[in-house]
């Protein structure tokens, strides 16, 4: 897989259309994090209540790996699911208006953080059941075969979730019936406060294990926000070729606590320094600048524009209505 | 009983392209009821899935197959085994379309036999359709013969929202007459199984059976008894059984399920509240024993309720 370092020393011309798309997932990246702070935020101001758990460091997972997606295929993830919202286009006002539990959210201020939804764009939710994820994502490859879509689910879900059983049956599953499902595994190296040398036998990489179901897997640098769509664009091509499935291991970093309520006891601060060096808001705008694909202002104007996007959210959350006492009972059933 | 529910199936599997049936066992073997014996050779292995032994996984794919479109019916080999997969019915199945504010709907239908007596103890007996139905978001419905088995089937199968089916065990060889005009019975919707004048009698499922047996006890004694069958426990269906309380004014409520927490502890409760000045006398309630159930038959017959136990209680509390 190639690295931010292989590829500047490339030196490749890029045509303006690769620049465009570099400069769209810069733009992505750093909406996410804009966001995230955001709701961090209006989280301590106490307009955005539950529980709220941000993806800060993670953000070259998502982008990187939805950029790579169609239309037709599917997207379903874990509870930590703003990034990968933004990065499918969810509508960021309508995601904000969500966590703030207002009418105009995604799902009518129904569903909060951890449940953001949009059908619309095949974006199958947040789900905050640890591993809960998993079974359905099996139903919607089985829908895709079934119905013979050409399209795809790609399945989030991060390293706490695969001592749950679902994620062992599903993975059997899904090699069984020869489903096309692309795993994509976020390893941040802690489920909640659980290292991983505390809670798994067999080590620090996952990837490898993917072989007791006959399932072709792989390892990238996720905090590369290029080795993630280059390794998922040869994933998404081998799950579209054989129909069958495809696990990708992400080796990420989350910068911040598991959710807000989070002291991080179970971590030094060093930890994390070592990590923010490879901080992809950092990383990739230098490459960027350095493989002379934008300048500072350049980058600065998208973040500009950012920046505003960001802060439009929060006031259309603020100003958005309450959903009102009688739509308690509404979106129970189906009619 | 077998035939009705198996008909029910043939017609949606002919009828409906995105009707696809997963389970256990289904397809070669024939099912562990033998239900879906057959069908492996008559619709393919696309549409008559086997599945892994992963009740949480298969009941899952059953719901994200249902929110892309297709409409699964899911075989449980016993309602005891959806403990295994209960996260997905409830977290899953039956919260979805409400955290999506509307967005994602899950047509689809969980096959489950289900209640004692045919001495498979303690894990194999129990009647979790009453843990169910206290979820919103799902339906759930229980037949206790061949034509409701086969109405309550085919508007299951229609309906766009999860459906817990319950199969009483102890029924599948029950013999009834089914209509050869096409039918359907609505979710939500009792019946008056007999019509009667002194006392109505409420049960479901395997309930029925000892419901009318203890109607012929207590004809004996010249009580006239009116008897009605629940069949849905999400929704219930109370104007039926309150029009019935109206008519005679006592109401006995009998379930084959643990008498702590099952269904009839809300019919009665719901009756109380709602039907309380037509009621002549004190609410009888009559469940199974609150035990694990055993497996030897003398045992498991001392916690079953009986027209015996029901009908002298009936003698003692209410006449």
């Given amino acids: ?143 895709c075969q079934y119905k013979k879509t050409g399209g795809l689910v790609v399945c989030y879900f991060g390293d706490g979730s695969t001592n749950q059983g679902t994620y062992h049956e599903t993975l059997n599953l899904a090699s069984v019936w020869n489903l096309p499902i692309l795993f994509i595994l976020e390893n941040n190296k802690y489920g909640m406060g659980s290292a991983i040398d505390r809670v798994r036998a067999g080590g620090e990489d996952f990837y490898t294990g993917a072989d007791t179901y006959d399932i072709p897997a792989a390892q990238v640098n996720g905090m590369d926000v290029l080795a993630v769509k280059e390794a998922t664009e040869i994933a998404v091509k081998k799950v579209r070729q054989t129909g069958g499935p495809f696990y990708l291991e992400c080796k990420t970093f989350r910068f911040v606590g598991h959710s807000l309520a989070d002291g991080q006891k179970y971590r030094k601060s060093d930890e994390i320094t070592e990590w923010e060096k490879q901080d992809p808001l950092v990383k990739f705008p230098e490459w960027i600048k350095s493989a002379g694909i934008a300048t500072d202002k350049d980058l600065e104007k998208i973040k500009s524009e950012v920046n505003k996007t960001v802060e439009k959210s929060v006031e259309f959350a603020e100003t958005s209505e309450e959903p009102s006492k009688s739509e308690l009972d509404d979106d129970i059933y189906k009619k | 009983m077998r035939e009705a529910i198996k008909k029910g199936l043939e017609e949606a599997l002919d009828t409906d392209p995105n009707v696809l049936i997963m389970g256990e066992d289904i ?199 009116e008897i009605i069958d629940l069949r849905s426990l999400s929704p219930i269906d109370y104007d039926t059984i309150g029009e019935s309380v109206k008519k005679t004014n006592r109401l006995v409520a009998v379930d084959t399920a643990r008498k702590n927490g099952g269904i009839m502890a809300e019919v009665v409760a719901n009756v109380q509240e709602s039907f309380n000045d037509w009621l002549d006398g004190p609410i009888v309630r009559i469940g199974a024993d609150d035990v694990p159930w055993p497996y030897n038959k003398n045992l498991e017959a001392e916690a079953y309720p009986s027209s015996e136990k029901i009908s002298e209680k009936i003698l003692k509390t209410l006449i």
């Fill in chain 1, 1 to 143: 897989m190639a690295t931010l370092k292989e590829e500047k020393n490339k030196r490749v011309k890029k045509t303006d259309k690769e620049k465009n798309q570099m400069l769209e997932l810069f733009r992505q990246m750093y909406l996410i994090r804009q966001f995230e702070l955001a709701c961090g935020e209006n989280y301590t101001k106490g307009n955005i209540r539950g529980f709220l758990h941000l993806y800060i460091g993670q953000e070259a997972t998502a982008v990187g790996s939805i950029s790579c997606l169609e239309e037709e295929d599917y997207i379903i993830t874990h509870y930590r699911d703003h990034g990968h919202a933004i990065a499918r286009g969810l509508d960021v006002n309508r995601s904000m208006a969500e966590l703030f539990g207002k009418k105009t959210g995604l799902s009518k201020g129904k569903g909060g953080s951890m449940h953001l939804f949009d059908s619309a764009k095949k974006f199958m939710g947040g789900h905050a059941i640890v591993g809960g994820q998993f079974p359905v994502a099996t139903g919607l490859a089985l829908a």
């Fill in chain 2, 27 to 225: 397809g070669a073997y024939g099912g562990a009821y033998a239900v879906t014996d057959g069908f492996l050779s008559k619709f393919g292995p696309e549409r008559i899935k086997d599945t892994p032994i992963s009740e949480a996984t298969f009941i899952g794919t059953g719901i994200g197959a249902a929110a892309a479109g297709l409409r699964p019916v899911i075989e449980l080999m016993s309602i005891s085994f959806s403990l295994v997969g209960f996260d997905q019915i409830v977290n899953m199945a039956a919260n979805i379309r409400y955290m999506s504010g509307g967005q994602i709907d899950v047509p689809m239908v969980i096959r489950a036999p289900t209640g004692a007596g045919v001495q498979l103890a303690a894990t194999h007996s129990q009647s979790f359709e009453t843990w169910l139905a206290e979820v919103p978001g799902i339906f759930c419905v229980c037949p206790s013969n061949p034509k409701d088995a086969l109405g309550l089937l085919r508007t299951s199968i229609k309906n766009n929202n999860p459906v817990i089916f319950a199969e009483p065990a102890l029924l599948y060889g029950l013999k009834g007459d089914v209509p050869d005009e096409y039918y359907e019975i609505p979710l939500g919707s009792a019946s008056i199984s007999q019509e009667g004048n002194d006392i109505s009698l409420v049960s479901y499922g395997a309930g029925m059976k000892i419901l009318h047996e203890t109607s012929e006890i207590l004809a004996k004694e010249n009580i006239s008894c």
